[in-house]
């Protein structure tokens, strides 16, 4: 059963910058499409952020040009780095198979208000 554990939430201000870590264990990792995942309040659970196994990306246009998603397959970990974070950037965030195939972590939490 691999789990997931996603970091490095919190609360920034608007126009701030975040860096969420996602470490996985399991062997299946470096193979897996992975992907970063948000929900906010009363939304459903979208995928915001995709890379392959080979390093391909794929953005959702609401992040693109903001958001770059970026792994370390030795570490079996994915990052998500968020530059000029918005208000409705506010969401709790999950890393994930694309599509999602393992159990969700308990996500980590990002709040962009001034």
């Known amino acids: 059963q691999v789990q997931l554990v996603e970091s490095g939430g919190g609360l920034v201000q608007p126009g701030g910058s975040l860096r969420l870590s996602c470490a996985a264990s399991?062997?299946?990792?470096?193979?897996?499409?992975m992907g970063w995942y948000r929900q906010a309040p009363g939304k459903q659970r979208d995928v915001v952020a995709r890379?392959?196994?080979?390093?391909?990306?794929n953005y959702a246009d609401s992040v693109k040009g903001r958001f770059t998603i970026s792994r370390d397959n030795a570490k079996n970990t994915v990052y998500l780095k968020m530059n000029s974070l918005k208000p409705e950037d506010t969401a709790v965030y999950y890393c994930?198979?694309?599509?999602?195939?393992w159990g969700w972590g308990q996500g980590t939490q990002v709040t962009v208000s001034s």
């Open positions: 890379i392959t196994s080979g390093g391909t990306t």
């Open positions: 399991g062997s299946s990792f470096s193979i897996s499409r």
């Open positions: 994930n198979t694309v599509p999602s195939g």
